[in-house]
C-alpha cells in the first residue's frame, strides 16, 4: 500500500467518525479565540477553558484588553503555563490591534504573526477556525502522529517542515479538519506517553503499530 493510499484510508475513517470537528477551546469571537490560543501554548484546552470565562468577562473586546496592564490579566490566568509572558503577550496584542489594525484581528499569516506571542502555529489556527481557510497548524500531537504514522518522513524535524509534507499530501478542502483529526488522535489515542494500539481504528494503516504493542 503506498503512502498515498494510507493517507485516503486514514482520511476516510477521521471523516467518516467526525465529519464536522473544530476546537475544543471556548470562545464567543474571532478576538477571544486568538486569546484562547495563545494561552493554550504548552497548556491543556481544559484548563485554558477555566481562565478564560472570567478573562473575555472582563476583556472581552481588544479595546477593553489594551487598557489593562499585564499584572491585572496575569491575576486571572495564573494557573495557566507561563502565565508572567503570555499576560504580556495579551496585553500587548490587543493594543497592536486596535493601533494597528483598526481593533480587528487580521486575517493573514504575516500580519496574525507580527502579533505579540502569535507564532506560525497559532496563526494557523487562526485561519483554519477563525477564517476557514485551508491550514495545517503543527503542535506537539499533530508532529507526533505524523510521524507515526509515516505520512512525513524522518527529515521532517521541525514543525514548518511537517507543515509542509502534510500540505502537500492532504487534499486543501481537507486540510483543517485534518489538523484537528490528527491533534486529537494524538490527544486521546496516540499520546506522547504510550501509543494505544489496542483501541486504534487505523493501526492497520500505521506502520509503527508493531513497535508500540505491547
Not at 175 to 182: D, V
Request: proline letters at 6%; glycine letters at 2%; hydrophobic letters at 40%.
Amino acid at each position: 500500500m503506498t503512502k498515498k493510499e494510507r493517507t485516503q484510508r486514514i482520511l476516510d475513517y477521521f471523516h467518516a467518525q467526525q465529519p464536522e470537528i473544530t476546537t475544543e477551546l471556548e470562545f464567543g469571537s474571532v478576538f477571544q479565540l486568538l486569546c484562547a490560543v495563545v494561552l493554550s501554548a504548552q497548556c491543556t484546552d481544559k484548563r485554558v477553558n477555566m481562565v478564560t470565562p472570567e478573562l473575555f468577562k472582563i476583556y472581552p473586546t481588544p479595546q477593553l484588553m489594551a487598557q489593562a496592564e499585564a499584572e491585572d490579566i496575569r491575576e486571572i490566568i495564573s494557573s495557566v503555563s507561563y502565565p508572567n509572558a503570555k499576560a504580556d503577550h495579551l496585553a500587548r496584542l490587543a493594543r497592536k490591534i486596535v493601533d494597528d489594525f483598526n481593533g480587528e484581528v487580521p486575517e493573514t499569516l504575516d500580519e496574525m504573526t507580527s502579533l505579540p506571542g502569535v507564532g506560525r502555529k497559532t496563526a494557523n489556527v487562526m485561519l483554519a477556525v477563525a477564517f476557514g481557510k485551508a491550514a495545517m497548524p503543527v503542535d506537539t500531537h499533530v508532529f507526533r502522529v505524523s510521524h507515526r504514522l509515516q505520512l512525513v518522513p524522518k527529515s521532517a524535524d521541525t514543525p514548518e517542515k511537517v507543515e509542509r509534507y502534510l500540505v502537500k499530501l492532504i487534499p486543501s478542502a481537507l486540510l483543517s479538519r485534518a489538523h484537528h483529526w490528527l491533534l486529537l488522535h494524538g490527544r486521546y489515542v496516540c499520546t506522547s506517553r504510550k501509543a494505544h494500539c489496542e483501541k486504534c481504528e487505523i493501526a492497520a494503516y500505521c506502520p509503527s503499530a508493531k513497535k508500540y504493542e505491547q
